[in-house]
Every structure is written in structure tokens, then in C-alpha cells.
T-cell receptor, first 110, second 114 residues
Framework: DSGVTQTPKHLITATGQRVTLRCSPRSGDLSVYWYQQSLDQGLQFLIQYYNGEERAKGNILERFSAQQFPDLHSELNLSSLELGDSALYFC?????????FGSGTRLTVV | GENVEQHPSTLSVQEGDSAVIKCTYSDSASNYFPWYKQELGKGPQLIIDIRSNVGEKKDQRIAVTLNKTAKHFSLHITETQPEDSAVYFCAASIGFGTGNQFYFGTGTSLTVIP
């Protein structure tokens, strides 16, 4: 157990729908990062939050949004889902130095 | 911004042989270089890291070398075992502080053939 908790582990939904992925960082970690990993692809950086504020943005689609709450957990919202959004979504947290990744949410859009 | 390139994308070795994965980075300000191992269906896990003030770091069968002048760093796995089969990612970061951003390579899929 890495200490970073992601829920749900699996999600199957239809095109056009909206889903929310949740991430609880390690205790004390202030930064949360979201990554998308499509089949046989690398880690695509989506967005970073630090202590509730957006810190950096990567290749995140306008249909996607995220936030970090006062208790530091974060949610990634994906809307108007398309087949191509099927992927593993990872969050990572850090306080000082290296990232710790969660085990991911596997999203399947049918 | 920083750009990290990683080679090869796939690598097959016989059990017991060595494996080497290489990465280059573009921003000379980068000073922290971690390596992650991702097993099937799991999240990436940190296996070793190096800071720019050292040239080499070793942990049992794995080692990382850094050449700041050439802006490249490498992961070396010796005496490979089937459980080393996984996808490996390198990364570069400016700083080692709170909220620093990592730039990842595209990954290397390592297969160790028994």
C-alpha cells in the first residue's frame, strides 16, 4: 500500500456520461498530480494541485476538470466521455521530493 | 519546458544478463532524476533516484548513472530476474522541494526471458 488511495478501482460507463475519480494523498502530502495512461502509452500529465490551488496544467481536455479540497483529497471530473477516454488514471502525491502513485482507476467507456 | 527522451521503448534480455535503459533531458536546471517501475495493473513505484550532485548511485542489482554535461542518465539492472519484467519510466525534475513537477520519459517495457 503506497498510502495514496484512489477510488473506484474500475469504472465502466457509456459515452456521453460524466464520472468523478477520487484521490486521497498520503498523510501530510500537499501536492496531488493527475496522470492519464492509455493502453501501452506513457504517463500523460493532466494537472497538479498544491494545497488546494491549481499549480500546473498539462494536456488536460476542456471536458476534464479537477479540484483539491481543504482536506487535500482531490477529484478528477471527466464529462461528455468518449471512447478514447478509456484509460488508466493515476494520481500521485508528494510533499518533499519524489512522487508516490496510487494504484489507479481503470476507466472503460463503452 | 523540460523534455525527457527514453530509449529503448522495448527491451528483451535473457535471465541473468544486464539491462540498460537510457534517458536524456533538455533543461540543464534539472537536478533530480527518479526511476519508476510499473508492473502490470499497478501504479508506478519509485525504485531508485539520483540527484545532480552525484554521478552514480547503486542499490543491490540496480544502479543509476548521471552525466550532467551530456544531460543523460541511465538505469542499469544486473543479473536480471523474471520479476524485473515491467515498464520502467525515467523522470527529471527541477528541484526536490514541495510541489515540484516531474517530466517523465515514454517508458521502456523490459522482458526478462527465463
Amino acid at each position: 500500500d503506497s498510502g495514496v488511495t484512489q477510488t473506484p478501482k474500475h469504472l465502466i460507463t457509456a459515452t456521453g456520461q460524466r464520472v468523478t475519480l477520487r484521490c486521497s494523498p498520503r498523510s501530510g502530502d500537499l501536492s496531488v498530480y493527475w496522470y492519464q495512461q492509455s493502453l501501452d502509452q506513457g504517463l500523460q500529465f493532466l494537472i497538479q494541485y498544491y494545497n488546494g490551488e491549481e499549480r500546473a496544467k498539462g494536456n488536460i481536455l476542456e471536458r476534464f476538470s479537477a479540484q483539491q479540497f481543504p482536506d487535500l483529497h482531490s477529484e478528477l471530473n471527466l464529462s461528455s466521455l468518449e471512447l478514447g477516454d478509456s484509460a488508466l488514471y493515476f494520481c500521485a502525491s508528494s510533499l518533499r521530493g519524489s512522487y508516490t502513485f496510487g494504484s489507479g482507476t481503470r476507466l472503460t467507456v463503452v | 519546458g523540460e523534455n525527457v527522451e527514453q530509449h529503448p521503448s522495448t527491451l528483451s534480455v535473457q535471465e541473468g544478463d544486464s539491462a540498460v535503459i537510457k534517458c536524456t533531458y533538455s533543461d540543464s536546471a534539472s537536478n533530480y532524476f527518479p526511476w519508476y517501475k510499473q508492473e502490470l495493473g499497478k501504479g508506478p513505484q519509485l525504485i531508485i533516484d539520483i540527484r545532480s550532485n552525484v554521478g552514480e548511485k547503486k542499490d543491490q542489482r540496480i544502479a543509476v548513472t548521471l552525466n550532467k554535461t551530456a544531460k543523460h542518465f541511465s538505469l542499469h539492472i544486473t543479473e536480471t530476474q523474471p520479476e524485473d519484467s515491467a515498464v520502467y519510466f525515467c523522470a527529471a525534475s527541477i528541484g526536490f522541494g514541495t510541489g515540484n513537477q516531474f517530466y517523465f520519459g515514454t517508458g521502456t517495457s523490459l522482458t526478462v526471458i527465463p
